[in-house]
């Protein structure tokens, strides 16, 4: 079996534009020439070029999947070179108890240290569903409306599991386009901004669609190559992401039975809804902030439920939100420590930002640490 040397293809690459609303990750930084997604390529290929040969392939094949195959290979990938900065030696998928494998072993000196087990937040299936439909949608309305002066906004009044047409929906739309009169639409807009604009309702296949012209500026009207969406609808969230949080690391916390060192679960939130401080306290400890725990008649944390500490062998947890491939100089991991682990965390392996909640003072301690920025020797505005 050959070893890949590469993770994308030499090729001439001319496209400059944005991404299709369909389109995978990897496609597009595949193709495009833009200068931020060459310096992405450029530091996954020399990340790429560190991992194990043996677990390259199927590496590769991952990341060059659907987005969700993406961003799982791609957290394993950037964890591994995380801790290759760190100074740590690295054994990828150990056997542990029961046969199964997790993502790291991690030694420095010959000593075993510690295991890390990854994990990432993703919408649900249904949420999968419903993006990728729209996500077509909307790459079919940006090829078939052709308007020189106004952009289209679009509301979701009502959502179904079948796939709208989005083929009626451009000749809808075209139709309704040909009725307006450019100047009087903005003297309506500079009046009553866009909620003076005209509605119009589509439905079809259980979907109902209310769309919206919007007049553009003088300087776009008669411009190529823009596209005719201006205006998106907000997602559709189902579930907290303090939730979800809980959710996935109760799925990895007994996973792989007693564990004879320190376990921790690096979890990558990705989610439009930002996770932010009081998500991840709730998640964790069932209190915002974890001082009140024992003062709630109610408490569902990872660690700490209605009886008391739980899931102890889990040590810490390292919290990511939002990591991306253009993000990795802005998202810097939180590494928050189990209080009542059976096997505590050492804090002095780790160089980036931490948290220990001290039992004794009831209070939070933060350790401030270093930056991604600073670990991986990235510029500020990087990619950008």
């Not at 930084?29 to 530091?43: D, I, M, T």
């Not at 991952?62 to 290759?84: C, I, T, V």
């Amino acid at each position: 079996m050959s070893v890949p040397d590469k993770l994308f293809d030499d090729i001439n690459r001319v496209y400059n534009g944005p991404a299709e609303f369909a389109e995978s990750i990897f496609n597009y930084l595949n193709r495009s020439a833009r200068p931020e997604s060459q310096k992405v390529r450029e530091l996954l290929e020399e990340w790429f070029s560190k991992y194990p040969d043996e677990e390259k392939e199927d590496l590769k094949n991952r990341l060059r999947s659907d987005d969700w195959s993406f961003y799982s290979a791609f957290f394993e990938l950037y964890l591994y070179n995380m801790l290759l900065n760190f100074g740590f030696n690295i054994e990828i998928h150990p056997k542990v108890e029961r046969e199964k494998r997790l993502e790291f072993k991690v030694f420095k000196q010959g000593n075993s240290l510690f295991l890390l087990e990854a994990t990432t937040v993703m919408p649900t299936e249904e949420e999968k569903s419903a993006e990728a439909v729209e996500s077509h949608v909307y790459d079919v309305l940006n090829r078939e409306i052709h308007s020189s002066d106004f952009f289209i906004g679009i509301e979701i009044a009502k959502r179904s599991p079948l796939s709208p047409s989005a083929k009626k929906m451009s000749k809808f739309i075209s139709q309704e386009l040909r009725r307006l009169n450019y100047n009087e639409l903005i003297q309506k807009l500079n009046k009553n901004g866009i909620e003076g604009m005209p509605r119009w309702k589509w439905t079809g296949n259980g979907w109902e669609i209310i769309f919206f012209p919007i007049p553009k500026s003088p300087e776009m009207r008669g411009k190529r190559g823009v596209r005719p969406i201006g205006i998106f609808p907000p997602k559709v969230f189902y579930i907290r992401t303090d939730k979800k949080v809980r959710k996935n690391l109760k799925k990895k916390a007994t996973r792989y039975g007693e564990i004879d060192l320190p376990y921790v679960i690096a979890i990558n939130v990705l989610s439009d809804v930002a996770c932010d401080r009081e998500d991840i306290e709730l998640a964790l400890f069932g209190a915002s902030p974890p001082s009140n725990i024992k003062t709630l008649t109610k408490v569902d944390g990872f660690w700490y439920g209605p009886e008391g500490p739980q899931n102890q062998r889990v040590s810490a947890v390292l919290i990511l939100n939002n990591l991306r491939p253009w993000d990795i100089a802005k998202v810097t991991p939180i590494l928050w420590h189990n209080p009542w682990a059976k096997r505590p965390f050492n804090t002095n392996y780790w160089k980036l930002p931490q948290i220990v909640f001290d039992l004794n003072s009831n209070k939070l301690k933060e350790n401030q640490g270093i930056s991604a920025q600073e670990l991986f020797k990235l510029d500020s505005t990087w990619p950008f």
